[in-house]
């Protein structure tokens, strides 16, 4: 019973902050100007540095390279083959000097000289065929699992029905102590950048035996390890340290103090409180503190889109409807009236902090209420009643809730509504097709590749794919983007021609890409965000 | 007493049995798909790690099977594994020394003043105290606690910081103040108001004018005889808030950031974590049952009129 009030609990929070707020203007009216000072972390003396980082127990669970969430973290306890540098978003080499392919299926991957796991072992190519062998194997039931079938062999280890014929990828050989030759299932000239997430990191020798306790007590290579090797079910704090003998850019901070929370609500109440130095915020607390610490707010760009899907299976929704009712909709009020500013209103599929997004490639995101009439009565009009559907989410429905009213408003259909479903609920749904109406959805890219988003929201069959989208003539062209290109430059090219196409018949209205921040402590700096909007721990300095 | 003890527990266990399958079968009930719930809506899972999964979960057996994989298995001492890997004893041990600190820390607190309001409001009723104590315990059962536990936080841990704003690093009593205190105001209005209508139902008893025709001094009359009667109902209704009290404050500690029970629990039931959420709803039924057999022994010792053997 008590969990059906949590959502109310939210708007309730905002009255008791607003009755705190009073309570203090009566109390104490100096009393706001300590709280700054604070704010420098109860660090140790004796030239010692440290920081408090406050983030949800999500993201300290399993430190498996195959269980990882990709997070900020697992950046800072692993170093993958590549990189991909924090804020440009550009590919650079990792524990690999060189990759190299002829015909972008047969990949040779050289690694550096001297790098080693926390307990000093070295870091081999047979490390990373070990890695990858243990993910791929149904039974670890890794989070990773499904990225490693790009590998030949793969198919052999996860049969759709029926036992696993092989217990080791057969694309994978370690030619020798650092050469590994990898084969794929099919080209693909993206392959440097899967490589780049720890999902791909390497595991030391003879950890896949139990990768359960290696889960939470796991030897890395990363710029930092855990102080005290590990962390356990209920611990609260977590402390990372300096990896001394790090191949790579040595880590500054002395001690990162991961500071865990069950309910995320309180970090920013404790970031005021001044017992954080450093947290990525959202939604109203990211706009609160824009207010408070103008100076210590640094913008995240998430590789996400928030869009409007339509039903493909829904014979209703036509190119023509499905574009009027993109142009009905006045993105740049729903970023600055509802996100207060913290979002970009989309003008394509994918945002730039993606290699060949940013591009203005959707005529109908642009706000025209005349133009949207106009095609809407040429189209036909609208008969009936229209539902708009979205997950529960506080910032979901806020938002579902505009775009209904500006439906009504600038289209002139009268009976549209909206509906809040469970998240499980709707994605169920989805993919029963039973949906009927457009959706208010998320995606986000798993690398930072315009690619990754188009082909998990408008390939047939992906999951991000809600709309049931299927359009051969995409498909084909994503395709050879990835088989056929001759170069990563090329492949942009190609994607982004296949995206123009698709969305030329507006399968999915692009509304905005979402914007965090990180708010940091006057004491911290080099805070850039990681790939998916924490900061790059390895670049944290204090002063 | 002996003899009550055992015919006590005794009857609890087809209590257990069928508190612990009825928790059991909604958890199976719920909607949804716990693999999917793991991975998150929006990752691809192999067919192939599903089936190990399904397998080693026994997500496919009917639900009496799984019942009884699962009693066989607490039999042992063996909550299960959660669906991550971690074993639930293990989040359990990790848990329940807070919850347990944070629960009788709020419970002292509300014993404390609760029934010291509800005494002194009896003691002078109708008087401006008594009035105060209404107004009071009226504004606390108005307002939902968790506006309350918001409230405390951002006034007392974030404006004037006298306290930690959440957590218990800080260890007892500076972390547990705050939380307790919000637990401690649900059960307030109750107790105070049970003590001070079970005080002055007791005043006019037959006894107490036997005390005072004996010229037995008023505050032995208060506290030997008064008192000691009038705590029985106070002692029961005490006893079921320690059990809710230990058992976890699911949205207290939250709010907090209190690694305790309640959140452990809720934490379960929004990741669909089955094994988690049986296993702490079972060890919540045992602790409720223990300190209701308590409170049905103390309240024996406490009015001479209760016979434990014929009673129970």
Not at chain 1, 30 to 58: A, E, I, K
Not at chain 1, 83 to 99: H, M, Q, R
Not at chain 1, 341 to 364: M, Q, Y
Not at chain 2, 16 to 41: E, K, M, S
């Amino acid at each position: 019973m008590t969990l059906s009030r949590r959502p109310r609990s939210r708007s309730l929070r905002m009255l008791a902050v607003a009755m705190a707020a009073a309570l203090a203007l009566s109390a104490c009216g100096g009393d706001d100007g300590d709280n700054d000072g604070d704010n420098d972390g109860d660090g140790g003396g004796g030239g010692d540095t440290s920081l408090v980082l406050g983030l949800p127990s999500f993201f300290v669970t399993n430190f498996a390279p195959g269980g990882t969430g990709s997070s900020n973290i697992d950046y800072a306890v692993w170093t993958p083959l590549t990189t991909i540098e924090a804020g440009t978003g550009e590919l650079g080499p990792g524990v690999a000097e060189e990759w190299a392919s002829e015909d972008q299926q047969t990949w040779t991957v050289t690694l550096q000289d001297g790098w080693t796991f926390h307990d000093g072992s070295p870091v081999t190519a047979q490390s990373f065929v070990d890695s990858w062998n243990a993910t791929a194997t149904a039974a670890n039931a890794l989070n990773g699992n499904a990225q490693m079938n790009i590998i030949e062999g793969y198919e052999e280890m996860n049969p759709a029905k029926g036992e696993p014929s092989a217990t080791e990828l057969s694309g994978l050989e370690v030619v020798d102590e650092l050469t590994l030759e990898v084969t794929l299932n099919a080209p693909n000239t993206l392959f440097p950048y899967l490589i780049a997430n720890p999902v791909f990191a390497p595991l030391p020798e003879g950890a896949a035996d139990d990768l359960k306790s290696f889960a939470t007590n796991p030897i890395g290579n990363g710029p930092y390890m855990f102080r005290d090797g590990g962390f356990g079910a209920g611990d609260q704090d977590v402390y990372l340290v300096p990896y001394e003998d790090y191949a790579g850019t040595p880590a500054n901070v002395d001690e990162i103090d991961l500071r865990i929370y069950q309910d995320p609500s309180s970090i920013y109440t404790d970031f005021q409180a001044g017992s954080l130095d450093l947290a990525l915020l959202d939604g109203d607390n990211l706009a609160t503190a824009k207010q408070e610490y103008p100076e210590q707010v640094v913008d995240v760009s998430f590789p996400a889109l928030i869009y409007l899907g339509f039903p493909a299976y829904d014979d209703r929704f036509t190119p023509e409807i499905r574009q009027a009712i993109s142009m009905a909709i006045d993105r740049e009020a729903i970023v600055d009236g509802l996100l207060q500013g913290n979002g970009t209103p989309a003008t394509g599929l994918a945002p730039d902090v993606l290699e060949g997004g940013g591009e203005a490639a959707c005529a109908s995101c642009t706000f025209d209420p005349d133009g949207a009439k106009a095609a809407l009565d040429a189209a036909g009009g609208w008969d009936g009643d229209l539902v708009l559907y979205t997950y529960q989410d506080p910032t979901n429905e806020r938002i579902l809730e505009a775009v209904t009213n500006q439906i009504r408003s600038n289209l002139g259909i009268e009976g549209v509504t909206f509906e809040a479903l469970p998240i499980e609920q709707l994605y169920e749904r989805f993919g029963a097709q039973s949906i009927d109406g457009p959706s208010l959805a998320y995606a986000g890219a798993a690398f930072p590749h315009l690619y990754a988003l188009a082909d998990q929201m408008l390939n047939p069959g992906q999951l991000l794919n809600v709309t049931g989208y299927d359009n051969e003539e995409f498909t084909s062209a994503m395709e050879s983007a990835v088989t056929e290109a001759s170069s990563i430059e090329d492949t942009t090219e190609q994607v982004r021609a296949a995206v123009d196409l698709a969305l030329a018949d507006a399968p999915v209205a692009p509304l905005f890409w979402p914007r965090g921040g990180l708010v940091h402590s006057e004491s911290v700096s080099g805070v850039v965000p990681e790939f998916l909007g924490g900061a790059r721990l390895a670049l944290l300095e204090v002063s | 007493m002996l003899l009550f003890v055992v015919r006590r527990v005794l009857g609890m266990v087809p209590l257990v049995l069928g508190a612990t399958f009825v928790i059991f079968a909604a958890v199976y009930a719920l909607p949804g798909d716990p693999i999917r719930a793991i991975a998150g809506p929006t990752a691809e899972i192999s067919p192939a790690t599903r089936a190990a999964l399904t397998e080693e979960y026994h997500l496919d057996e009917p639900l009496l099977v799984q019942y009884w994989y699962y009693l066989t298995g607490v039999l042992r001492g063996d909550l299960g594994v959660d669906l991550r890997g971690v074993p639930v004893y293990d989040l359990v041990e990790a848990a329940w020394p807070v919850s347990l600190l944070l629960g009788l820390t709020a419970w002292a607190l509300m014993a404390v003043v609760g029934v010291g309001l509800g005494t002194v409001a009896a003691m002078r009723r109708g008087g401006a105290f008594d009035w105060a104590v209404l107004g009071l315990t009226t504004v606390i059962v108005g307002v939902p606690y968790f506006v309350v536990a918001y409230v405390l936080q951002i006034v007392v841990g974030v404006q004037l910081g006298w306290l930690p704003s959440s957590g218990i690093r800080e260890g007892w009593p500076t972390s547990y103040v705050l939380p307790a205190a919000c637990l401690a105001l649900f059960g307030l209005p109750e107790l105070s108001r049970l003590t001070r209508a079970s005080i002055i139902e007791n005043r006019q008893a037959d006894f107490v004018d036997t005390a005072t025709a004996k010229g037995l001094a008023p505050r032995v009359i208060l506290v030997r005889h008064i008192l000691r009667t009038s705590l029985v109902p106070v002692v029961s209704v005490l006893g079921l808030a320690l059990g809710f009290l230990m058992s976890g404050a699911i949205l207290v500690e939250g709010i907090f950031n209190v690694p305790g029970l309640g959140f452990t629990l809720f934490n379960g039931i929004r990741q669909q974590n089955g094994p988690v959420v049986v296993g702490i709803s079972t060890l919540m039924v045992f602790i409720f049952l223990a300190i209701n057999l308590l409170v049905d022994i103390v309240c024996g010792l406490l009015d001479p009129r209760i016979s434990l053997v014929r009673d129970g």
